[in-house]
């Protein structure tokens, strides 16, 4: 369920409708609760601005993020068949991945590799960017009585609020995706580094998947922990994470073997 919203280099992009349901929640809580208690004091339209502005950059960070394994994977020569905005991130639908990643370890490696770099590359301009606009002075200003005017004053901080998140969120993005298991691209990484030692393509998954499922496990209990001491919200989110990676990593199992026997009978 996604809609077709653009082609880039070829490539279509598609909107989740779970990404909307993530992006009306974000933008809720950037304008309730984030941004007002990084910076108090704004009116009501500034906070929302922020929010807006936060959401936006979240969705621009995380098509960035796939775009670069996009890229890289067209320049060894795969199709690119589309890339997927949903609520956990992103997608990249690369054809024949697998077959390269079984040949080639190292180009697997870098395409899996220049996502999470991408995402920490941004968040690096972002944070620059951050310090360089804080540095002029504005935003510790009184407005009030501040040869500043207030409208500058306002206009700053709402600037500074979305690159303090722009520059968070990215971090995060990257960090989730280094997580050593599938779909996340340290399960890629993860698969190419056991490749280098053992040269099996089929056990190196397998234990990928296993290392991954462990992971998920991790999640859920950490879930529970976190309801049970009272963060409920919080809580239900790294359960949903922990389903979502075991869930991710028992199919792709399933589409591993599926292929493995289909390449035994052709």
Known sequence: MSIQVGRIKGIPIRL???LLLVSSLTTWILTATFMPELYPGLNVSAYWIMGIGGSIIL???VLLHELAHSFVAQMYGLKVREIVLYIFGGVSVIENQD???SKDFRKELKIAAVGPLTSFVIAAILSVSFFLISSTGYTVMDANTSHISGTRYVQDTIVLGVLQYGALVNIVV???NLIPAFPCDGGRILRT???RSKNDFDKSTKITIRIGIA???GFIGLGFFTIIFGSYISGFWIL???WFLYSAARAY???HHTKRYENILG
């Open 215 to 217: 992971v998920s496990y």
């Open 193 to 195: 580094l056991l490749l």
């Open 240 to 242: 949903l994470i922990g």
């Open 99 to 101: 077959e390269l990643a």
């Open 174 to 176: 990257g960090g989730f």
């Open 253 to 255: 199992l399933q589409q």
């Open 16 to 18: 989740h409708f779970t």
């Open 59 to 61: 969705i621009v960070s």
